[in-house]
């Protein structure tokens, strides 16, 4: 099983940005995945997570302003991350429980400009 991360870019503060993340392969059990972020010469902090029965929790700096859910019927979470701002700027990165294993997918690169 594989996580592809997908849909950074460079955007204004204020604006919003959609991530997906997408297991592929044979997937039998998906207990939970999380979206994380690392800034520049900061520690990778947790974002967002939602497990199997569709229990969310956020950062408390996203908050009102991030949601992350699963795409119904498919291996795919997404973040829709809404009134960015620059200190949102960061690689995020997903990884999930899936089959007992814990995965990750390769960074996706956030940039907001204020």
């Known amino acids: 099983v594989q996580l592809q991360a997908s849909g950074g870019g460079l955007v204004q503060a204020g604006g919003s940005l959609r991530l997906l993340c997408e297991a592929s392969?044979?997937?039998?059990?998906?207990?939970?995945m999380a979206w994380l972020r690392q800034a520049p010469g900061k520690q990778r902090e947790l974002v967002a997570t939602?497990?199997?029965?569709?229990?969310?929790t956020y950062a408390d700096s996203v908050k009102g302003r991030f949601t992350i859910s699963r795409v119904e019927g498919k291996n795919i979470v997404s973040l829709q991350m809404n009134s960015l701002k620059p200190e949102d700027t960061a690689v995020y990165y997903c990884?999930?429980?899936?089959?007992?294993?814990?995965?990750w997918g390769q960074g996706t690169e956030v940039t907001v400009s204020s």
């Open positions: 990884n999930a429980l899936i089959d007992l294993s814990l995965i």
């Open positions: 939602i497990d199997s029965d569709k229990t969310t």
């Open positions: 392969g044979s997937v039998r059990t998906f207990a939970y």
